[in-house]
């Protein structure tokens, strides 16, 4: 498996772990990129604590804070990419009909 599907397959194993965890979550923007961000800050953290800095912290490892930021941001996507797919449907004329 090269690199960037091994990466990519994990991105899909969290976003799988976080909707068991969560549901599948729908927020406005300005709340999904809290919780972006919150996980930025995590692997702010976890690189600290990698590079001895002297921050403790609970963050995991950085890896694995990068990987949750990936499928945070593909949370967005699939909210963004759903909401596209609502928009197109009424504006439909077939959709319309019925
Ligand atoms: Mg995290």
Do not use: F
């Not at 994990?10 to 909707?19: F, G, K, L, N």
């Not at 002297?54 to 963004?80: H, M, P």
């Amino acid at each position: 498996m090269s690199l960037k599907l091994s990466v990519l397959q994990d991105v899909c194993i969290e976003r799988e772990r976080q909707d068991q965890k969560w549901g599948v979550q729908r927020h406005d923007m300005a709340t999904w990129l809290v919780i972006l961000v919150e996980e930025v800050g995590e692997l702010a953290q976890a690189i600290q604590r990698d590079n001895h800095w002297g921050k403790s912290s609970d963050a995991d490892n950085s890896y694995t804070e990068a990987v949750q930021i990936s499928a945070v941001a593909a949370a967005i996507a699939e909210q963004l990419k759903e909401e596209a797919q609502n928009k197109a449907k009424m504006n439909d004329p077939i959709n319309q009909e019925l």
